[in-house]
């Protein structure tokens, strides 16, 4: 991995700050200190204007625009895609001051400060405004996004005059000019523009798409004179401020964003009541109440979610720093929402969710908030119908997930990918066994995830074939998790996922119709589900083909893999990567060069299936294959070397995991932050070092401590319960919060936790 650190923002374990700004780094910045509650998200741009590089990004969950494309003459090609929509900019401010504008790319500034307070969620940012004069203004910004009023945000702006008395310009209000910067256009029409004595609002439509969103603010400020100036999609109001010197002002913007994803007419209805309802509820709002919410909302958050490391502060500023962007990204405020690849941070992969959200993501709001995980997996069972109609236009029955999508519809353009990698689909039935497995609701699974799990199978059992002898089954022309291997046959992880999915489903099936025989009949009768199909199901799962070598023990990715020509990838230059601009795109699929792990993800995600020797085997044979280019490929490396005692190399692959984005390792922070390498970070500590495994009847653990630290601790939401973990150089200590006797593998010994310590020595 030829990548290399910035080491830009200062160490700290619970905030990330910047003292001095560079220009340089201006988008980067923007990224990390942006702020989301899973509503909506804002990059940390200046709310004051800057006319330097910039994104001045706001985002929505689940507001989005279309693109079309060309159309194909081939079936299955997708023709449109769709894309997060930057929106309108609720923290619009402009000050001016002796006829000079405020913008820190053209006037003279000092002693800048940025502060992200991961304990508190909110962001500060100061420093002194030096006017040609020589007058003297020192400015705070202060901004948060209330978890629990989630359609409301909060905005403090502090002005000081140090050495001048006299009055400034303030603009503040809603700005729908933004430019989307993928297509480069405004998205926006703006209808109406209502307004009273306290409040300002503005009605905006996406173009294409018909979403809605309603804008509105109200302002707290001593002021000499006040006016509106309005322009077709700009609405703002000017306020003369009259300064003393030495004496802080404040100024205080409250703003309530409320949106519509939905078209149907009870959408509508739903959304201009709501409307109507707002000057209310606005005029209730407080700045000092939503900061009291917030603040208590993060102390809980943290008290049931926090990693502690001992003696490395860089990697525990880290991974609370991803911990904090999980949560801002997604706690189940809103059923039937997505994670972004980028979350709401920038506009990357379009907003898209891909399978990553299923395989990396799911696993932490399974153990620290199941709610969210349950919320999650329900984006599935709502947008089941166009995953089947995805597979019709594929030439399948059932349900064909997409690989990309914001609505449930494919929005990957590139054939290869949206036609041929199947994982998405086996990774939906992935989650909800792991959810079922790990919390126990089978309710929520005989009820939503029985529907999927049949579709998804009827895409499987159709997808597929059977040899020329008829004595195996298998996928034909995909490609799997790697995307470095295109059209080939049997692809080990393809088949064996596809064999779980079916085994998982049969297993449903089997209990639902025994323990809740109503919500069986009702599903079946709805899917029109017949024991013959059932039987197809269990003949194709038996007789999954999974290449693999007895003398080796090792699993052939596909089929022809083992023979394909050898390349040394360290021998690659270093100004090469990544390939994808560097190589042409058909010299990639030439060799047996990895992306990322294929066959060791599949052995990650069902770790109890095999053997210790199979797993040694098969990661000593692909970890020299693999390049890595995917941010998400070293983590799997780290938890895997790390059960097999390869303490060195596990941490040198936990090298950047916590620390991606902070530190820039991949050169494009400023696109927005990697959400799904952050979810792989939690998984790095506590799948890896701690060494849980949650594939089994109960919670595994086999803990290690990285000798780099003095130790650590990390907490697991189970049964209604939540396990404390710590581990130092000697011990592993364990208890539960409430004191239920849960039981867990502890080195592969049983135990009943409750509220008093179980002190296990560590095995090294």
């Known amino acids: 991995m030829a990548k290399s650190a910035d080491f830009y923002y200062k160490v700290h374990p619970w905030k990330i700050t910047e003292e001095g700004f560079n220009k340089d780094y201006a988008l980067v910045s923007e990224s990390i200190f942006s702020l989301g509650n899973e509503y909506m998200g804002t990059r940390g741009s200046f709310e004051e204007g800057y006319s330097g590089d910039s994104l001045m990004g706001y985002y929505f969950n689940g507001i989005y625009e279309k693109t079309q494309l060309e159309k194909s003459s081939y079936k299955g090609i997708v023709d449109e895609t769709e894309f997060i929509v930057n929106s309108a900019d609720w923290l619009y401010t402009r000050i001016e001051a002796d006829g000079e504008l405020l913008d820190l790319n053209t006037v003279q500034f000092k002693d800048f400060y940025r502060e992200l307070d991961l304990k508190s969620g909110i962001l500060t940012r100061s420093y002194l405004w030096v006017l040609t004069s020589g007058k003297e203004i020192r400015l705070e910004f202060i ?32 700005d729908f000019t933004g430019i989307h910067q993928m297509t480069g256009r405004n998205m926006w029409n703006v209808v109406s523009k209502p307004a009273d ?23 707290l400020c001593d002021y000499v004179n006040r006016e509106d100036e309005q322009e077709e999609k700009r609405y703002v109001r000017k306020f003369t401020l009259s300064l003393e010197e030495g004496k802080e002002f404040e100024f205080t913007k409250i703003i309530r964003n409320i949106s519509r994803k939905g078209i149907a007419e009870s959408d509508k209805k739903a959304f201009k009541k709501k409307c109507e309802e707002n000057a209310a509820v606005l005029n209730v709002l407080t700045y000092n109440k939503l900061k009291e919410d917030t603040l208590a909302w993060w102390d809980a958050a943290w008290q049931e979610s926090d990693i502690e490391i001992k003696g490395d502060e860089r990697n525990q500023q880290g991974i609370r720093y991803c911990i904090f962007q999980l949560h801002q990204t997604y706690h189940g405020a809103d059923q039937g929402t997505i994670i972004g690849a980028k979350g709401l941070t920038g506009e990357a992969y379009s907003g898209n969710t891909f399978w990553d959200t299923e395989a990396y993501c799911l696993p932490f709001y399974i153990f620290n908030n199941p709610q969210a995980a349950k919320h999650l997996l329900e984006f599935r069972y709502l947008t089941l119908s166009e995953a089947m109609d995805r597979a019709k236009a594929l030439d399948c029955e059932g349900a064909f997930y997409p690989i990309a999508t914001i609505t449930g519809r494919e929005c990957c353009s590139l054939w290869q990918h949206a036609s041929l990698q199947l994982q998405a689909s086996t990774a939906v039935a992935y989650g909800y066994w792991h959810y079922e497995n790990n919390t126990g609701d089978n309710g929520f699974i005989f009820e939503k995830g029985l529907p999927i799990l049949i579709e998804v199978s009827r895409m499987l059992a159709s997808r597929g074939d059977w040899s020329g002898d008829g004595t195996r089954y298998g996928f034909y022309g995909v490609m799997g998790p790697d995307e470095f291997q295109m059209m080939v046959n049997n692809n080990c992880y393809t088949n064996y996922m596809g064999k779980k999915t079916l085994e998982y ?72 990567f990544p390939l994808y601009h560097h190589w042409s795109y058909d010299r990639i699929y030439r060799n047996n060069m990895l992306k990322q792990p294929d066959v060791l993800m599949m052995m990650l995600l069902y770790n109890k299936d095999f ?105 697991v939401h189970l049964k209604g319960d939540i396990l404390f973990v710590a581990i130092d150089k000697d011990h592993m200590r364990i208890s539960s919060k409430k004191g239920s ?11 009943a936790i409750g509220q008093e310590e179980v002190v296990i020595p560590i095995i090294y």
């Open 611 to 715: 053997t210790r020797d199979q797993l040694e085997s098969n990661y000593n044979y692909y970890e020299p294959r693999c390049i890595h280019e995917s941010s998400l490929s070293p983590s799997v490396h780290s938890i895997l070397a790390s059960q097999l005692k390869k303490e060195e190399e596990a941490y040198k692959f936990f090298g950047f995991a916590t620390r991606m984005d902070l530190d820039n390792y991949n050169r494009n922070t400023g696109e927005g932050l990697h959400t799904t390498s952050i979810a792989a970070a939690w998984m790095n500590i506590v799948y890896g070092f701690g060494g849980m495994r949650s594939d089994g009847k109960e919670l595994t653990f086999a803990p290690s401590l990285p000798k780099q630290w003095e130790g650590y601790s990390f907490r």
């Open 143 to 174: 901004r948060f996004l209330p978890m629990k009023e989630a359609e409301s945000a909060a905005q403090k702006i502090i002005i000081t005059p140090l050495n001048f008395s006299g009055e400034i310009t303030l603009h503040s209000g809603i």
């Open 505 to 576: 489903t049969l297993d449903v099936i089997k209990r639902c119709s025994e323990t809740a025989p109503e919500i069986y009949g009702a599903v079946t009768k709805d899917r029109g589900l017949t024991e013959k199909e059932i039987e197809n199901f269990r003949k194709i799962a038996e007789h999954m083909y999974i290449p693999y070598e007895e003398e080796t023990g090792i699993f052939e990715q596909h089929e022809g893999y083992f023979n394909l020509p050898q390349i040394d990838v360290d021998k690659i230059p270093v100004e090469e």
């Open 741 to 751: 006797s849960i039981k867990v593998l502890i080195y592969e010994k049983e135990y």
């Open 197 to 219: 004595e306290n409040t300002i609002s503005m009605l905006g439509t996406t173009i294409g798409t018909d979403q809605s969103l309603f804008v509105s603010c109200k302002f």
